[in-house]
């Protein structure tokens, strides 16, 4: 059966090294909030409610088809709850969502560690997104903390979900 996995946090936080670690081991689906919102439909700024749409309606395909999703991004919660709580509600197989509750400082950290990005953005747009913790309304998130490596964060999501 299909499992919805959904990973959370500010830029620089692991997100995208735990979904790419995730993707290999679980055969997922990876379903990454900037490639949709950058890539495939060329926006810049804000996240549109057509990038929300899509990253929903692409979930929820890939689960209706037995595929376990991996959803990762920066994912707000005020524009994205709602898009999470559905998700959820229509998915009859697991549904586990993680957040990364990182300091601003420990987010710069890590982001200095990817100069494939740094070339992108710097400190002072990371800045402008920070949000602290940004806990979803209406689901229970297990946070991520820096004491937490990345091999430890997915040893732990795996866990979650091959347990019964």
């Given at each position: 059966?299909?499992?919805?996995?959904?990973?959370?946090?500010?830029?620089?936080?692991?997100?995208?090294?735990?979904?790419?670690?995730?993707?290999?081991?679980?055969?997922?689906?990876?379903?990454?909030?900037?490639?949709?919102?950058?890539?495939?439909?060329?926006?810049?700024?804000?996240?549109?409610?057509?990038?929300?749409?899509?990253?929903?309606?692409?979930?929820?395909?890939?689960?209706r088809h037995g595929r376990t999703v991996i959803a990762e991004g920066m994912?707000?919660?005020?524009?994205?709850?709602?898009?999470?709580?559905?998700?959820?509600?229509?998915?009859?197989?697991?549904?586990?969502?993680?957040?990364?509750?990182?300091?601003?400082?420990?987010?710069?950290?890590?982001?200095?560690?990817?100069?494939?990005?740094?070339?992108?953005?710097?400190?002072?747009?990371?800045?402008?997104?920070?949000?602290?913790?940004?806990?979803?309304?209406?689901?229970?998130?297990?946070?991520?903390?820096?004491?937490?490596?990345?091999?430890?964060?997915?040893?732990?999501?795996?866990?979650?979900?091959?347990?019964?």
């Amino acid at each position: 059966m299909s499992i919805l996995i959904v990973l959370r946090g500010n830029s620089g936080s692991g997100k995208s090294a735990v979904a790419r670690v995730l993707q290999r081991e679980l055969a997922g689906v990876w379903i990454e909030q900037d490639n949709f919102r950058r890539t495939i439909l060329g926006e810049t700024g804000n996240y549109s409610p057509l990038t929300i749409e899509l990253i929903e309606q692409t979930a929820a395909l890939a689960l209706r088809h037995g595929r376990t999703v991996i959803a990762e991004g920066m994912f707000n919660a005020k524009t994205h709850s709602g898009c999470f709580n559905s998700l959820r509600a229509g998915h009859q197989g697991r549904s586990v969502f993680y957040a990364w509750d990182l300091s601003l400082d420990e987010t710069l950290r890590r982001h200095a560690t990817r100069p494939h990005k740094q070339a992108d953005f710097g400190e002072h747009a990371m800045r402008g997104w920070y949000r602290g913790w940004d806990p979803l309304q209406g689901i229970d998130e297990q946070r991520i903390t820096a004491k937490e490596s990345l091999e430890e964060t997915v040893e732990r999501i795996l866990r979650d979900v091959r347990e019964p």
